[in-house]
C-alpha cells in the first residue's frame, strides 16, 4: 500500500463506504445514521466494491451508521479480499461476540476500529467502556485481525481522564490506542483545556512510533491552529455514501456528489488538484494520514464556482 502511495499519484488510497445508515445507538454529536434506512442491496454493494478495485483502491473501509447491521457484510468483506484489497471495518463493537468475531475472521477481515467515548454511558454517548469492556475481552481472544481503540477528547467531554484510562485498557489488552480531537456542540474547534491537553499528551504517547509519523497534524488541532496541507479528499480518500454517490469525506456531503459507478481517473485527477476551502482546520484524521503521501507535490488550484458552492454546502 505504501509503495503505491508513494509511487502512483491516480490511485485512491483509502474508500470509506457505507453499507447501512441505521444504527443500533444513538450519539448527540453524531450525524451519520439513522434508526430506519434499510441495508444497502448486496448485489449493489458488491458492484460498488468491484469498481473500487477497478480505480485502483488499496483500501476498503466500512463505516455507517453500523456497519455490522447489514447482513450480507462478511459477502462483502470476503469480495474486497478477492480483489485484492485490504478490507477494514470501523464498528461501535456492540455485536462483537466470539460467534461474530469467527465469522469477521473467516471472511478475512484485516483490521477493526472502535471509538470508546466514556467510561460510562451518558446522554451525549453510548460507546462506553463499562459496556463494551466484554467485547473487548472477546476480540483479544478470538480476533484475527488487527483492533485499534480511539478514544476523544475536546468539544465539550465532561471527564477527559476518561480517555486516558480507555487507552490504558486498550493496550493492557494487546490492542494499539489512538486518541482524536473533536468540536464543541456548535461545531467549533478550540484549543484543549490543561486536563484535556495532558491527557492528550499521554495518549500521544502510547502510540507506536509509525503511526505518530502520520499524526503530526494533531499538534496544531491540538492547540486550535490552522494545518497547512494539501487535501487530497476525491482523490486518495473516497467517502461512498449509502446511496453510492463519492463525497470528499461525511461533513462534505454533496462535494462533489458523483455515483460512484461514474467517478473515473479524470474525477480522481480533478480532486487531487483541487484546494479545499474546509482543509486548514479539518480534523477527519484519515484524509490527514493518506494525504501526506503527497505532501510535497501535487500543487492545488481553488475549485470551480461549481465545486465551491458544493463545499459551502456541505454538510
Not at 448527540?28 to 458492484?47: F, G, I, Q, W
Not at 446511496?243 to 485527477?269: F, I, K, M, N, W
Amino acid at each position: 500500500m505504501l509503495w503505491r502511495g508513494l509511487t502512483d499519484v491516480d490511485r485512491p488510497v483509502l474508500a470509506q463506504i457505507i453499507p447501512t445508515r441505521r444504527c443500533n445507538i444513538a450519539c448527540a454529536y453524531c450525524n451519520e445514521y439513522d434508526h430506519v434506512s434499510k441495508p444497502v442491496p448486496t448485489e449493489e454493494m458488491l458492484r460498488r466494491i468491484d469498481h473500487l478495485a477497478k480505480l485502483g483502491v488499496s483500501i476498503v473501509t466500512f463505516s455507517g451508521g453500523e456497519p455490522l447491521l447489514h447482513p450480507e457484510l462478511d459477502e462483502l468483506i470476503r469480495r474486497i479480499r478477492e480483489r485484492g484489497m485490504i478490507a477494514s471495518l470501523i464498528t461501535n463493537g456492540y455485536f462483537m461476540v466470539p460467534e461474530r468475531i469467527q465469522r469477521l475472521n473467516d471472511a478475512g477481515l484485516e483490521y477493526v476500529q472502535i471509538s470508546i467515548d466514556n467510561i460510562k454511558p451518558d446522554d451525549v454517548s453510548k460507546k462506553s467502556l463499562k459496556v463494551l469492556d466484554k467485547k473487548l475481552v472477546w476480540m483479544a481472544e478470538h480476533a484475527d485481525f488487527h483492533v485499534n481503540i480511539n478514544s476523544v477528547v475536546g468539544g465539550g467531554v465532561d471527564n477527559p481522564e476518561d480517555a486516558w484510562v480507555i487507552a490504558q485498557r486498550a493496550v493492557e489488552l494487546g490492542f494499539t490506542s489512538t486518541v482524536g480531537i473533536i468540536h464543541d456542540g456548535s461545531g467549533q474547534l478550540k484549543p484543549l483545556s490543561g486536563p484535556e491537553r495532558s491527557v492528550f499528551d499521554r495518549i500521544k504517547s502510547l502510540s507506536k512510533k509509525s503511526y505518530a509519523r502520520l499524526d503530526f497534524f494533531q499538534e496544531n488541532i491540538a492547540n486550535a491552529k490552522p494545518n497547512d496541507w494539501r487535501c487530497r479528499a476525491g482523490a486518495r480518500y473516497l467517502y461512498i455514501c449509502e446511496d453510492g454517490l463519492v463525497h470528499y469525506c461525511s461533513q462534505q456531503r454533496g462535494a462533489p456528489g458523483t455515483p460512484l459507478v461514474e467517478y473515473t481517473l479524470e474525477d480522481v485527477r480533478r480532486a487531487y488538484r483541487t484546494e479545499k476551502s474546509c482543509a486548514p482546520m479539518c480534523t477527519v484524521s484519515c484524509v490527514h494520514k493518506v494525504s501526506a503521501f503527497d505532501f510535497f507535490r501535487g500543487r492545488q488550484t481553488p475549485p470551480t464556482p461549481g465545486e465551491l458552492v458544493s463545499l459551502a454546502s456541505g454538510d
